[in-house]
């Protein structure tokens, strides 16, 4: 299958200019500024890209794929994802993890989903774990789990500084992480751990204790929720600035906004003026996780899920609001996320890369069209793949 998408500003995520994109089955084939169709020859599906801007696929690399929560009893456990909530917010790479619930929701669900989705033509890996040390892993044993399923990058969600954490000590956690490092070398993977942290005033400081006291490198760990809350921020600014990864949840709901949440958009503005690379920088959604929604007097009176929609809506802000150029803001969930977790073949326009692309309308920057591995999946807002079961 040849597709020609001609005259679209490309972010890669620098800004290449206006560009014709071939792309050849699943891959990016050629990159120029003029590509001729020949006069006879096979069919090629020709896509008008004018006046629209052509980034990267976005990867979310904090899903709950097969559905979260559950800290309200059953009745609260979220459902799974479906395939156009993603394709139609523009992500074509999921990265799945379990979260609180490690006993009704199992490694092997979780890797069952994460092939379903490919099956329905996205990208999606997966962590090992829950937030709960001991970890319950898929092979039982970290090592193994990285080494030899192929949809398993590293190990994570798991919980610190949260009343629901295991409270893990620097020893365990030390052998958890120098396990996926382990995992990740042998495999050619990124072997990260991926770290829930909680409104404990504890912080990052079980990771840095770690960092200070071992030989593990302060980028093994990749520490998620860190706008939850305006101390945990602060903490976050200082542990960025020592080299550490930090990644920001764009779901919310206006009472945690209320209650000190730093909104993702502010948050990337205020990290990057206070000094700390974009490179260290990455949004995820949190999607299909459970939010819990109170009154004026703090009285449970709904839940809400975690959206995926909300990852690029909070890179959409970043580039209206808080007026971050567009291919510094999209890093965050391209390139930054491709390189941490070791996706060689996502994040960046280029050629031999997966061609995982979104047009964005240039004036609203909202989602036009989207390409997962080369196939149409979104034209024009309109989901043109759907999932098994949609309607």
Do not use: W
Request: proline share 3%; with cysteine; glycine share 10%.
């Amino acid at each position: 299958m040849l597709t020609l998408i001609q005259n679209g500003e490309v972010y890669a995520p620098a800004y290449l200019g206006k560009k014709d994109i071939l792309l050849v089955g699943d891959k990016i084939g050629f990159i120029e500024d003029k590509i001729e169709l020949p006069g006879q020859f096979v069919d090629i599906k020709v896509v008008d890209a004018t006046g629209k801007y052509v980034v990267p696929g976005f990867i979310d690399s904090h899903v709950h794929i097969m559905g979260g929560g559950g800290e309200g009893s059953f009745r609260t456990r979220t459902p799974e994802i479906q395939l156009t909530q993603a394709t139609l917010s523009g992500i074509t790479t999921l990265v799945g993890v379990i979260g609180t619930d490690g006993t009704t929701r199992t490694m092997a669900s979780l890797i069952a989903k994460a092939k379903g989705l490919e099956e329905e033509g996205i990208t999606c890996y997966t962590q090992t774990g829950s937030y709960q040390v001991p970890l319950k892993t898929l092979t039982g044993k970290i090592e193994d789990d990285i080494i030899l399923v192929d949809r398993i990058i590293g190990v994570g969600e798991v919980a610190i500084a949260d009343h629901r954490s295991s409270q893990p000590t620097v020893n365990e956690l030390a052998k958890i992480t120098s396990a996926a490092r382990i995992g990740g070398m042998l495999s050619g993977k990124a072997g990260i751990v991926n770290i829930h942290v909680g409104d404990s005033y504890d912080h990052l400081n079980l990771l840095e204790e770690i960092v200070e006291t071992t030989d593990i490198p302060i980028k093994q760990f990749y520490p998620t929720h860190i706008n939850r809350n305006a101390h945990l921020f602060e903490a976050g600014i200082q542990y960025a600035l020592k080299g550490g990864y930090v990644d920001f949840t764009t779901s919310t709901i206006p009472q945690f906004l209320e209650d000190g949440e730093v909104k993702c958009s502010q948050a990337l503005k205020r990290m990057l003026d206070a000094g700390v690379p974009v490179e260290q920088i990455t949004y995820t959604s949190d999607g299909q996780a459970s939010l819990p929604n109170f009154d004026k007097d703090g009285e449970l009176i709904g839940l809400q899920i975690g959206q995926v929609s909300s990852l690029y809506e909070e890179v959409k802000d970043a580039v209206l609001m808080e007026n971050i150029p567009l291919e510094t803001a999209i890093r965050v969930i391209t390139s930054n996320p491709a390189r941490i977790l070791k996706l060689k073949q996502k994040g960046r326009v280029e050629v031999e890369k997966d061609a995982d692309l979104v047009l964005l309308d240039q004036q609203t920057l909202d989602v036009n069209t989207v390409f997962a591995k080369g196939k149409l999946m979104v034209e024009n807002g309109v989901a043109i793949v759907k999932g098994t079961f949609e309607q």
